[in-house]
């Protein structure tokens, strides 16, 4: 999607085996739209050949303050100052005591110290053996490097390189490439909680079979990591949906319309807003059976009687958590047809703010959608587009409509 189009990063590589995971992100960089300038210390190039960091750049490394290529010799501040950010993938506990330190003895923690600091932001992509993280004084310049102003991307936690286990090893390409393009997302709902619901709900007959919808869950999962982009701290309750969990999200899985319910109830309390994506079954069946229901051999099929599910949105958007104003509930309506109708007429009913239709058929399993904007001032439409696209202009158009803090 181009997500870094126009963005030059600074890409920096300190001293560790997680060198060879630096290539890759490069790759998934430069595939964002973005230009990237590899810095590398004099120990990344043990680990890692600055051969192959430029043939993956398409530009020259640059690893000695002295390199006179520089019209000026001063490549640490030409380059700060050209970048949008500076990341540092992998970052080593050394260069971590470094940069806490203020030291400047060689180019990347020299350009780090250049750098004019309200401009140039600094990410860093921590990658150490467990007990070099675990080490107070790692633990201590960590908080440091924090206050003093740079973002600190955490670690995975696995198998590291020594044999060991634990925490530590630096996050995958993918996911610091998820890291620098949420970086640069305007934190429109900093300091909100968002709780999203999505995909379907799955009602049960018996132990193997039930009543479920062809909701994929994509719309709300991406407005789940768009909201988290925007800085809410976000809390998703999924149906049963074979999707990863985006980045920094906390993720409740549930089966049935009542499980979502009560999962939504425990977390609604404390959110600011309420998105309701899911596409809960109206109905379930009224007895599930413990036991597979089997053929009896009379050719008569089983008789299924249905109970209504409890309606999750209109629930939600009636808790005096809501009535006062203190939860902005959003609703979507999935229609086959005539959407602004039944979008107008399912926002009057359920009594909330804004409702978001799109046309079921259109969006179930796709990877775009279009949408319509239902609020008491009118309707607006969302062309179609890629569901991340929508996602952010969705929580644009919600920031826009909350209280201010
Ligand atoms: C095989 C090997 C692997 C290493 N892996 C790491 C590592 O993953 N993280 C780390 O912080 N240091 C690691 N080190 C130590 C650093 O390379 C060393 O502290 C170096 O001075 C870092 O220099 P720099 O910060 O200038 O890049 C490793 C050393 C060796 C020999």
Known sequence: ???????????????????????????????????????????????????????????????????????????????????DAILIAPCSADFIARLVQGRADELLSLLCLARPVDRVPLLLAPAMNREMWAHPATQRNLAQVAQDGAVVLGVGNGDQACGET?????????????????????????????????????????????ITNLSSGKMGFSIARAAREAGADVTLVAGPVHLPTPRGVRRVDVQSAQEMLAAVEQHAQSASVFIATAAVADWRPATS?????????????????????????????????????????????????????????????????LLVGNIGPATFGQDDNALLLVDAQGHRELPRASKRTLAHQLVAEIARRLPEQ
């Open 1 to 83: 999607m181009n997500e870094l189009a126009g963005k030059h990063i600074v890409l920096g590589l300190s001293g560790g085996v997680a060198c060879y995971k630096a290539a890759d992100l490069c790759r998934l960089l430069i595939k964002e739209g973005a230009t990237v300038q590899v810095v590398m210390t004099e120990a990344a190039g043990q680990f890692m050949t600055p051969v192959t960091m430029q043939a993956l750049s398409g530009r020259r490394v640059y690893s000695s303050q002295w390199d006179a290529r520089e019209p000026n010799n001063m490549p640490h501040i030409n380059l700060s100052r050209e970048a």
């Open 289 to 353: 059976s413990s036991q597979k229901i089997k053929k009896d051999g009379s050719g008569q099929p089983p008789v299924l009687g249905f109970v209504e599910n409890p309606d999750i949105l209109a629930t939600v958007a009636r808790s005096p958590h809501a009535l006062t104003g203190d939860l902005f509930c959003v609703g979507f309506a999935a229609e086959s047809h005539d959407l602004l109708a039944h979008a107008t007429a399912k926002r009057a009913r359920k009594g909330v703010p």
């Open 166 to 210: 634990g925490d530590g090893r630096m996050l995958e390409p993918s996911e610091l490439l998820e890291e620098l393009v949420a970086f640069f997302v305007p934190k429109v709902l900093a300091n909100r909680r968002v709780l999203i619901t999505a995909g379907p709900t799955f009602e049960a007959m018996d132990p193997v079979r039930g």
